[in-house]
Structures are given as structure tokens and as C-alpha cells.
């Protein structure tokens, strides 16, 4: 097993993992909705920075950035 991908200090598996639960919690509780929103823009920007893919990457970190202003 090789050393886990890491986005900003996360782990891009732990970050799944969140955005996975936070999905469920979203569904019962419309509030989380706004958490699950930063997860997803996250998660997004972190795989395309796994698959190496630089334009992708800067526009999801872009749009992660623009988000959280």
C-alpha cells in the first residue's frame, strides 16, 4: 500500500469519507447542507489534483476560494 494521496494536509481518503457522512446527515438535517457544499468543492479539487489534471485543479481551487470569500 502506497503513502495516501494528501490535499492540504488531508488525507483525500479521510475527506471522502466526510463528504460521504455529511451527505447522509445532509438529507435529515438541511443545515449541513452548507458543510456539505465545502466537502464536495473540496473533494473535487483534490481529485483533480490526484489525477494530475492542473486546469481542473485551479479552477476547483478557484472555485473553493471564491466560495469560502
Known amino acids: 500500500m502506497g503513502?495516501?494521496?494528501m490535499y492540504q494536509g488531508l488525507c483525500i481518503e479521510r475527506l471522502r469519507r466526510a463528504h460521504a457522512k455529511v451527505a447522509v446527515i445532509?438529507?435529515?438535517n438541511r443545515e449541513?447542507?452548507?458543510?456539505?457544499?465545502?466537502?464536495?468543492r473540496e473533494l473535487?479539487?483534490?481529485e483533480a489534483?490526484?489525477?494530475?489534471d492542473p486546469v481542473a485543479a485551479?479552477?476547483?481551487?478557484l472555485?473553493?476560494?471564491?466560495a469560502t470569500d
Open 26 to 28: 445532509a438529507l435529515d
Open 3 to 5: 503513502k495516501p494521496f
Open 58 to 61: 485551479a479552477r476547483r481551487l
Open 32 to 40: 449541513a447542507l452548507v458543510i456539505f457544499e465545502r466537502l464536495d
Open 49 to 52: 489534483m490526484q489525477i494530475n
Open 44 to 46: 473535487r479539487a483534490a
Open 63 to 66: 472555485a473553493t476560494q471564491n
